[in-house]
């Protein structure tokens, strides 16, 4: 995972992508996390890294946008419907390692169910 520095507009913008699908605390109203959210958190192809970066002027830095980066083999197996999520397993691990503890409890409730 990496993480970026990006201009608060850029944020809906990233997650508008048609290459890339909300994970974590962007995919949460799976399990009922609703709200707003000043951050991102997105799977995106290894081979997009570098134009994603450039199209929205992001910084390697600390920030409000988590990134990770999927290779191209197995990018159809995450792609698969056209919800733009990830799957609903993997959202969930995500939410397990999110700096909210809300996120991580609701995460940890829809596992063990």
Known sequence: MEEFDAH??????????????????SAGDVIGLVGPVSNVEIYAPAARRHAIIDEHAMLASPGPVRMR????????LLDRDDDR????????????????????????RALAS
């Open 85 to 108: 999520r990830a799957p609903r397993a993997a959202i969930l691990l995500d939410l397990l390692e999110s700096d909210e503890p809300r996120a991580r409890r609701e995460a940890a």
């Open 8 to 25: 608060p507009s850029e944020l809906k913008r990233i997650l508008a992508r048609p290459d890339v699908l909300a994970t974590g605390i």
């Open 69 to 76: 980066w999927v290779p191209e083999e197995a990018w159809p």
